[in-house]
């Protein structure tokens, strides 16, 4: 029996080491087949770009056509009184339906799937340039192209100098622009600004690195295209939105964004009907996602209530994702409402809740309505800067002074954050403020939309309690705002 037992566990043994074998074995030829077809894929992929970029700078050497440019518009120096407005003490209110609102019209955008770009190695001894990106250091292989240059912009030369960018040369450069677009979570704006950034780093800020940069964008799916002035390329971009500050053309029903502010608009430009038929993604201006940027923090600074000294935070920002917002083109004001919070920005509003822990969202709301309106000193835009400059919520603990458009998005950003409340912006033409939708009904002045009752709550209206809009403002009709994610 003894003997027996022994001759079983030896057999246990030897067959636990012949299975282990067999499995590491079968592990790495299933690894082995996987990495193949992953080759295989990528080369496919590869191959069918290249074949399509072909067929696309044969279409570049046509005659393209010309279509006129429309100057671009600044966005609008709001005439914002130079003080805040302060309700008087005891000052006599009677609550008020306001005026019909008019609903802000968004036009629907249905976005293709992203490209699914193939990870693509630079080759051994591809020499290297450095890329800063507000903070971040980014290594790219610096495109052999050895000699490249557009000897002129004629639609064959363009197109030939379309070939040789789309050749594979460039494959590991837009692989490696994906993937740190991705490592810092940018937006659709920031991938048009590192492109940018990478493409002049590759070949200086001419003609060429403009053909590059374009070339880098509609490799991953954007709408991006050439137009020619005189000696001049430049690129043009479709948007979500209105970009102000911008000329504009309209190609195939699309509005195209000039980013060369060199060209104003009036007179006309050449450029072609067709995309590349891989890009059909519209940069789209919203921040959906928190921006990953290298940290440079800045001194942390402390917002006080005056009325309630409990509700107070103090938040250390980074300023190169003050930097980024600096530099981001102007938009509607819903794209500063929406966008999403840098880490720091979203823990220091966070500390806000065991200070609400146990309150009505009535009571709630009035503290977080006091703290907006007495927390922050006040200066128009034009005062500050001397243009209109929305501010994104992180941009609000930096900048020393904000106005009614600023703070409006600050209280819409706490209220949904800490209550979990629908809220919007009424935007009037001298002002906006914003407006609750609350749980239970709430006595004061209020719009109604879609079924639902909002009760204005002004951050700019010092001291005024929730309810209570300006007087100048009870019988003015708004342009409502709504907020994605209500």
Same mark, same amino acid.
């Given at each position: 029996?003894?003997c ?5 566990i030896?057999?246990?043994? @030897?067959f636990?080491?012949?299975?282990q @074998? ?8 299933q690894?082995?087949d996987?990495?193949n077809?992953k ?6 992929? +590869?191959?069918y ?8 700078a044969d279409?570049l050497?046509k005659?393209w056509?010309y ?8 966005k609008p120096?709001r005439?914002?009184?130079?003080a805040p407005i302060?309700k008087?003490?005891?000052?006599p209110?009677?609550?008020?339906? +306001? ?9 629907p955008?249905?976005q293709p799937?992203p490209?699914?770009y193939?990870?693509?190695l ?6 290297q340039?450095e890329?800063?990106?507000y903070?971040m250091r980014c ?6 192209l050895?000699?490249?240059?557009l000897l002129?912009l004629k639609?064959?030369?363009i ?10 040369e ?7 622009c ?14 048009v !600004?590192l492109?940018g950034r990478?493409?002049r780093?590759?070949?200086s @800020?001419?003609?060429?690195a403009?053909?590059?940069q374009t070339?880098l +964008?509609?490799q991953l799916?954007y709408?991006a ?6 000696n001049?390329?430049?690129?043009m971009i479709?948007?979500?939105?209105? +970009?102000?500050g911008?000329a504009s ?5 699309r509005?195209?964004y000039?980013l060369d502010?060199?060209i ?6 050449e450029t072609?009907?067709?995309n590349f038929?891989?890009a059909d993604?519209?940069i789209?201006?919203?921040i959906?996602r928190e921006l990953?940027f290298?940290e440079?923090p ?10 309630y000294?409990?509700?107070?935070i103090c938040v250390?920002t ?8 600096a530099?981001y083109p102007?938009?509607?004001n819903r ?9 720091t920005a979203k823990k220091?509003?966070?500390s ?8 009505d969202?009535i ?9 907006v309106?007495?927390?922050f000193e006040?200066k128009?835009?034009g005062?500050q800067?001397?243009y209109?400059?929305?501010f994104f919520?992180d941009e609000?603990?930096?900048y020393p002074?904000s106005?009614?458009e600023?703070r409006?998005v600050?209280y819409?950003?706490l209220v949904?954050?800490l209550l ?7 935007d009037?033409?001298r002002?906006?403020?914003?407006a609750?939708?609350?749980?239970r009904?709430v006595e ?5 939309l ?5 009760v ?7 001291n005024?309690?929730?309810g209570?809009?300006m007087p100048?403002?009870k019988? !003015?009709?708004?342009t ?6 209500n």
């Amino acid at each position: 029996m003894k003997c027996f037992c022994i001759w079983a566990i030896t057999a246990v043994i @030897s067959f636990s080491a012949y299975s282990q @074998s067999d499995f590491d074995r079968y592990s790495r030829e299933q690894k082995n087949d996987f990495e193949n077809y992953k080759k295989e894929r990528q080369s496919d992929f +590869l191959s069918y770009r290249k074949k399509r970029n072909a067929e696309f700078a044969d279409y570049l050497a046509k005659r393209w056509e010309y279509f006129d440019v429309v100057a671009g518009r600044k966005k609008p120096l709001r005439p914002e009184p130079p003080a805040p407005i302060v309700k008087k003490v005891n000052e006599p209110t009677s609550p008020v339906r +306001l005026p019909d609102v008019q609903i802000e019209e968004i036009p629907p955008v249905v976005q293709p799937k992203p490209v699914d770009y193939p990870v693509v190695l630079p080759l051994p001894g591809q020499p290297q340039a450095e890329v800063e990106f507000y903070g971040m250091r980014c290594t790219i292989p610096s495109v052999a192209l050895q000699g490249f240059e557009l000897l002129g912009l004629k639609e064959e030369q363009i197109a030939r100098a379309w070939k040789r960018i789309s050749s594979g040369e460039c494959d590991a450069l837009v692989s490696c622009c994906n993937r740190y677009s991705r490592q810092m979570n940018l937006c659709d704006w920031g991938y048009v !600004e590192l492109s940018g950034r990478m493409a002049r780093a590759c070949l200086s @800020s001419g003609n060429e690195a403009v053909l590059l940069q374009t070339y880098l +964008l509609t490799q991953l799916g954007y709408d991006a295209r050439l137009l020619r002035r005189g000696n001049t390329l430049t690129m043009m971009i479709p948007c979500s939105g209105t +970009l102000y500050g911008y000329a504009s053309l309209n190609v195939a029903g699309r509005t195209y964004y000039v980013l060369d502010k060199t060209i104003a608009g009036g007179g006309k430009v050449e450029t072609y009907r067709k995309n590349f038929s891989e890009a059909d993604r519209v940069i789209d201006l919203s921040i959906r996602r928190e921006l990953n940027f290298a940290e440079r923090p800045v001194t942390e600074k402390r917002f006080v209530s005056k009325r309630y000294p409990d509700m107070e935070i103090c938040v250390t920002t980074n300023e190169n994702l003050i930097d980024f917002y600096a530099a981001y083109p102007h938009c509607e004001n819903r794209v500063y409402a929406q966008a999403a919070l840098s880490g720091t920005a979203k823990k220091a509003i966070e500390s806000f809740r065991p200070k609400l822990a146990g309150k009505d969202e009535i009571e709630a709301a009035g503290l977080l309505l006091n703290f907006v309106q007495t927390a922050f000193e006040y200066k128009t835009d034009g005062d500050q800067f001397g243009y209109e400059k929305p501010f994104f919520v992180d941009e609000l603990f930096y900048y020393p002074y904000s106005d009614c458009e600023d703070r409006a998005v600050l209280y819409a950003c706490l209220v949904r954050e800490l209550l979990g409340l629908e809220v919007v912006l009424l935007d009037y033409p001298r002002h906006i403020a914003t407006a609750v939708c609350f749980g239970r009904p709430v006595e004061g002045d209020y719009v109604e939309l879609n079924g639902k009752r909002y009760v204005v709550c002004d951050p700019t209206y010092i001291n005024a309690s929730i309810g209570q809009s300006m007087p100048m403002y009870k019988q !003015e009709r708004a342009t409502v705002i709504v907020i994605a994610g209500n």
